[in-house]
């Protein structure tokens, strides 16, 4: 059936073993057992529609390269590319307003409105780092946001309407191509960090931005975490308002430039955009707090090199995404640095220092699995309530794919997965959307 709808493509047997359908739609490390790559909205629509009713299981695929989150699919399972689906549906560079396919890049987005001098304030450098090839789909399905997040919030903040698919092929929309949208329930909200397992995302409209005339942005150093947060608590209560305020330990600037490119210190990176004068208000504001200044080249390289974070971890890490309220991060930064300590580890974090969204490496040099799942419970444990640390990523086979597994990924309360079940019954009854990725 699938074969009439849109370009598909299975694995044929080979005579040395099993061939592979399409390596960059592996997921979770778990190649799919047919590829199909749907060019229209309409097509995806009958693809889900044909799925539902055979109960086959589907996973939405755009770059791939956050296809490592969470639990992996249950197979057998048809991966849906929507790299296909890449049009401009508007863009209005006066109204700041632009609406485009699921399956174009954020690289290719930057390309279109940055030569009417305007930006979609996800990444730092689309163009200049891998994190640049995501799908506007895949930002969307996994809330993906970079440092500018702490200026412009994330992409709910700015995103004004959706087009999705349910699971059962039945097509809807959220909010619409203008800012000013109140209209009948947000799924556009539902959408977003749903990871899939609510609907296919097939295009989206966005307010956009105007680009600073001029950035620059402000290394300062201190002998601890502590002193780090103090410092930030310093920016917040003045006046200035930068595009981003970065904390990063010494082990992230390690991972990122090299232990011998800096003393090990923690770190605050203050960007600031704007004209020469406002950038110059900077300079006398932090005074001797500054340990250098970056500009150009040299600035842009060092926030696509953020951009990029997670996939410059080794491969014996896990990584969490830490969600804390903005008085919580030096509880957060301290409680991750005595997990580690107390067996060894080393850990490398960096995040929104304003926003209380932190990525927190924790690697192990060892290459054992046994510490790197202690010292998850360890910093879970000495977590406030109400934060929550998911697990992006970590070495194959350090937890089993399994109902209990889920929460530990996700840390969802009880509650909180019976609310999520029932949302899924209805807009993916048959639950063929990502099935056994976030929960079985």
């Known amino acids: 059936r699938l074969r009439g ?6 694995a044929p047997a080979a005579e040395d073993g099993p061939a592979s359908p399409a390596a960059p739609f592996r997921v979770c ?5 047919a590829v199909v790559a749907p060019e229209t909205p309409e097509q995806i629509a009958r693809v889900l529609q044909a799925c539902t009713e055979e109960k086959i299981a589907v996973v939405p695929v755009g770059s791939g390269l956050h296809q490592h989150y969470g639990n992996p ?3 057998p399972f048809v991966a849906v590319g929507v790299s296909g689906i890449s049009q401009v549906e508007h863009y209005d560079p006066g109204d700041l307003t632009i609406g485009i396919g699921a399956g174009a890049t954020l690289r290719e987005v930057e390309a279109l409105v940055a030569a009417n001098g305007q930006w979609l304030p996800v990444l730092s450098y689309p163009g200049r780092c891998a994190s640049g090839g995501a799908t506007v789909g895949g930002m969307l399905a996994t809330a993906q946001h970079g440092p500018l997040k702490h200026a412009f919030g994330g992409v709910r903040d700015f995103c004004i309407g959706v087009r999705f698919t349910s699971g059962d092929g039945k097509r809807g929309k959220g909010g619409g191509r203008v800012v000013k949208n109140v209209a009948g329930y947000d799924f556009m909200k539902l959408m977003i960090a749903s990871y899939g397992t609510l609907g296919i995302i097939t295009s989206a409209s966005f307010k956009l931005f105007p680009r600073p005339r001029n950035t620059a942005t402000f290394v300062c150093r201190f002998s601890n975490s502590g002193e780090a947060v103090a410092f930030r608590d310093r920016i917040l209560g003045s006046v200035l308002a930068p595009l981003a305020l970065e904390v990063v330990s010494p082990g992230a600037a390690a991972i990122l430039h090299g232990e011998a490119a800096f003393e090990r210190c923690w770190r605050i990176l203050v960007r600031a955009g704007g004209s020469d004068r406002q950038i110059s208000r900077y300079r006398s504001e932090l005074g001797e707090a500054i340990a250098s200044e970056l500009s150009g080249e040299e600035e842009s ?3 696509a090199l953020m951009d990029d974070f ?4 080794p491969p014996n890490s896990m990584l969490l995404a830490v969600s804390c309220p903005i008085a919580g991060v030096a509880e957060a930064l301290a409680a991750g640095e005595r997990a580690c300590r107390e067996r060894g580890l080393e850990l490398a974090c960096l995040g929104r220092a304003g926003t209380g969204t932190l990525m927190m490496a924790v690697i192990d040099p060892g290459g054992a699995r046994e510490p790197l799942l202690g010292a998850l419970h360890a910093l879970r444990a000495a977590l406030p309530p109400r934060v929550s640390a998911a697990l992006r990523r970590c070495p194959a086979g350090m937890l ?3 109902s209990g597994d889920a929460a530990s990924r996700w840390q969802v309360r009880s509650d909180e997965l019976e609310l999520i079940r029932t949302v899924k019954n209805s807009l993916d009854p048959a639950w063929i959307l990502n099935r056994g990725r976030y929960f079985a």
């Not at 709808?5 to 299975?10: L, N, R």
């Not at 997670?310 to 971890?313: G, N, P, S, V």
């Open 400 to 402: 089993m794919a399994s």
């Open 310 to 313: 997670e996939f410059k971890l």
């Open 301 to 303: 390289s060092a926030w």
């Open 5 to 10: 709808i849109a370009p598909f493509q299975t």
């Open 29 to 33: 490390g778990v190649e799919p057992d």
């Open 73 to 75: 699919p249950q197979p």
